[in-house]
């Protein structure tokens, strides 16, 4: 089945200390999102990316950098957590095409800052 | 303003009944797409339905259909024979204008389901 995939599901890290989240698909969409969702609240666009083009928002915090080195990858990377950092991160895809632009969504890793 | 409003932060509902949950909206724009997505406790957020606003015809998918009221800016989403599986977070979202890919999101409705 075509997916989103998201690793690890759960990432523990210590306060300061740099993060990778992974997420790959298979839909083979041109567009990948990044998302950070707290505690009973809807989630929040930090980035995405049509392609190789980079859309960052402009409240997302420089301590979040991402990377999509090709099509099925893409990874969010935090340089230095703080507690504040503590969330869930969605990743999701979706076609690139003016219509009906539905996103798809992956599994999400829970991070927890120590 | 908020651009998109969920007015109900919690529902419960007997199991088999349905369940309207309800969502109002704001654009100027003509060109828009409403969505609605549920959130289990687990975490993944699972796409449900899709209504785009030159659609004719209400959106219908399986138990899910979306009550569309244009002049009324409304997208209620109502699930027909609940079960216990709907227990989750319900979030409506919106995408304004073609070419735009930022989803604008309700605050979400907790959704409980009872035996």
């Known amino acids: 089945d075509a997916m989103v995939i998201q690793n690890p599901r759960y990432q523990v890290t210590q306060f300061g200390k740099p993060v990778t989240l992974s997420c790959s698909q298979t839909?083979?969409?041109?567009?990948m999102y990044w998302y950070q969702q707290k505690s009973s609240q809807a989630p929040k666009l930090l980035f995405h990316?049509?392609?190789?083009?980079?859309?960052n928002e402009a409240d997302t915090p420089d301590n979040f950098q991402s990377r999509r080195p090709n099509t099925s990858f893409c990874f969010l990377d935090i340089r230095s957590p703080g507690l504040g950092d503590a969330a869930m991160y969605l990743c999701?895809?979706?076609?690139?095409?003016?219509?009906?632009?539905?996103?798809?969504f992956g599994p999400g890793t829970r991070l927890l800052v120590l | 303003a908020q651009k998109i409003t969920q007015t109900q932060p919690g529902m419960f509902v007997q199991e088999k009944e349905a369940v309207t949950l309800d969502c109002t909206y704001d654009?100027?724009?003509?060109?828009?797409?409403l969505f609605w997505y549920k959130q289990p406790s687990s975490g993944e957020m699972i796409f449900l339905i899709y209504?785009?606003?030159?659609d004719q015809q209400n959106a219908t998918e399986g138990r899910y259909s979306l009550n569309f009221q244009k002049a009324r800016k409304s997208a209620n989403l109502v699930i027909s024979a609940s079960q216990l599986g709907d227990s989750a977070m319900y979030f409506c979202?919106?995408?304004?204008?073609?070419?735009?890919?930022?989803?604008?999101w309700g605050a979400g409705t907790k959704l409980i389901i009872k035996p």
């Open positions: 999701a895809t979706s076609k690139g095409t003016p219509d009906r632009e539905t996103q798809y």
């Open positions: 839909l083979n969409h041109n567009v």
């Open positions: 990316y049509y392609d190789k083009d980079f859309n």
């Open positions: 654009t100027s724009d003509p060109s828009y797409g």
């Open positions: 209504q785009g606003s030159y």
């Open positions: 979202a919106m995408r304004e204008g073609n070419g735009n890919y930022q989803l604008i």
